[in-house]
């Protein structure tokens, strides 16, 4: 895609010095933007790169003066950052904006599709399944049997979207992601031998949800996983059957949720941390990375380690483990002069 000068000017309400149909089709920053790259000077510690820039394009503050030549097209704003910004967010949404289906793909005669939808090629509709208005579902992606999609959400490349599930309106589930899948439900028989427990609910996420590449979003073993309104997963996420995460959590990559657990609102997870199954987390809870929770948190807990304890003792415990060997010595030497001292009492 390309754009001249004078339509980013008029997106962002800019004033133009320079070729006004110098054109771009790339952003880049600016230290490494070459012909045809649009930049932007927010911070003057990088001003000295706006004489030496090969961008096309830069975006640069009302206030600025130029003290030497200037080889870009400016475009002068009143906050280059936050423009820069609306203009990153713009042309995400034109890079995005696809319509129509691509094919080879197979829809089922029993689907419903909203309008202007994406498919692409090798996308996958199973039947009865009910696709909202400008939906978008990114090649090789498949949508199982009854499964519900609200509008505006993106499903990426590749994405596997089991039977029965619910997708709420202004989500986006990225590459590689699965969402209904079995949950690890198994019991031993007479002989010690496993058997699967058939998982026979579903999984709904809510609106304005966001799932980041290859997390695994386990069905309910009867009822539904539920992850509310406003939650964001990062990448590589596991969320285990029946767990229920509450309204604007945030949680980090390679992070773990077992069965049943259900967590609060307004959380905030590392990555890497381990969570129990059949435990209630608290509202507003903070949770550090590689902690281990084995326990139920109450509101507003803010904790570390493994297994979690309190955050500020654990930063106190911390400085004693540090200092665990020289402990150790002073209590040798403590012992030795206590010993030599009995002796000589003796």
């Keep these: 895609m390309e754009f001249t000068a004078k339509q980013i000017a008029d997106i962002l309400q800019g004033e133009i010095e320079g070729n006004s149909e110098e054109t771009v089709f790339k952003l880049a920053k600016i230290e490494e933007a070459e012909k045809g790259s649009l930049t932007f000077l927010a911070n003057p510690k990088y001003e000295q790169y706006i004489y030496t820039t090969s961008a096309s394009v830069a975006i640069v503050g009302q206030d600025f003066v130029a003290e030497k030549n200037i080889s870009s097209t400016l475009i002068r704003v009143k906050d280059p950052y936050k423009s820069f910004s ?53 090649p090789n992606s498949y949508i ?25 309106k202004e989500c986006k589930i990225h590459s590689g992601t699965i969402v209904g899948s079995d949950g690890f439900g198994f019991a031993p028989d007479e002989n010690g031998v496993y058997k699967a427990v058939p998982q026979t609910g579903n999984v709904v996420i809510e609106d304005y949800v966001d799932i980041g590449a290859n ?29 229920e995460i509450g309204k604007n959590t945030v949680i980090a990559s390679q992070t773990g949720v077992a069965g049943s657990t259900k967590i609060g609102e307004n959380c905030m997870i590392g990555g890497q ?17 590689q902690s281990g929770i084995g326990r139920n948190l109450k509101d507003g807990d803010v904790v570390q380690g493994s297994p979690a304890i ?22 040798h030497k403590l012992e030795k002069e206590y010993k030599a001292q009995q002796d000589q009492n003796d």
């Design 86 to 138: 609306t203009l990153l967010e713009y042309y995400n949404q034109v890079k995005n904006n696809k319509v129509g289906r691509e094919h080879p793909i197979y829809v089922s005669e029993s689907a419903k599709i909203g309008e202007n939808e994406y498919l692409g090629a090798f996308t996958y509709i199973g039947e009865n399944a009910v696709i909202g208005n400008n939906v978008k579902i990114y």
């Design 310 to 331: 309190g955050y500020s003792d654990f930063n106190k415990s911390y400085v004693y483990f540090k200092n665990l060997p020289k402990i150790v010595s002073t209590v």
């Design 144 to 168: 199982g049997d009854n499964v519900t999609i609200g509008d505006n959400t993106t499903i990426y490349a590749g994405v596997k979207v089991y039977s029965e599930t619910i997708i709420g």
């Design 273 to 289: 941390v381990g969570i129990v199954g059949h435990i209630t987390i608290g509202n507003n809870v903070k949770i550090q990375a």
């Design 215 to 243: 997390s695994t979003i386990d069905r309910a073993t009867l009822g539904s996983t539920v992850i509310k309104t406003g939650v964001k997963l990062d990448n590589q996420i596991q969320v285990a059957h029946n767990v």
